[in-house]
């Protein structure tokens, strides 16, 4: 809690899964602090979850880092689910700051 205090800025990354199966990957929501030169992870929620319960997740996510004043921002990842996710979230809440972040090619 102080860190989130503390924070100049709470952004939640996403990594949405598409299928909910239990070979499959994991939906995995973070919340991040920034607090001078160094980031810190507040929370991680992850499982797999279906488009509903997603968003769900991430409206939840965001009521809970929002309760600290600090301008908090989502990064969806821009792929299957997370676009999905992004327009929803979107449509439904002009309030969500969101960004597309294109996943990293290893």
Do not use: H
């Not at 797999?48 to 319960?53: G, H, K, L, T, V």
């Not at 996510?61 to 327009?87: V, Y």
């Amino acid at each position: 809690e102080t860190i989130a205090r503390e924070a100049k800025e709470i952004v939640i990354g996403v990594d949405c899964a598409a299928k909910t199966g239990s070979t499959n990957d994991w939906t995995v929501y973070q919340a991040w602090a920034s607090v001078g030169r160094y980031a810190y992870l507040l929370a991680e929620r992850r499982g797999r979850w279906d488009s509903p319960e997603q968003i769900a997740q991430a409206r939840e996510m965001f009521q809970e880092w929002r309760a600290f004043n600090r301008p908090t921002s989502f990064r969806i990842e821009d792929t299957s689910n997370g676009i999905a996710l992004k327009n929803i979230t979107s449509a439904a809440s002009g309030t969500i700051t969101l960004a597309a972040s294109s996943p990293s090619s290893t």
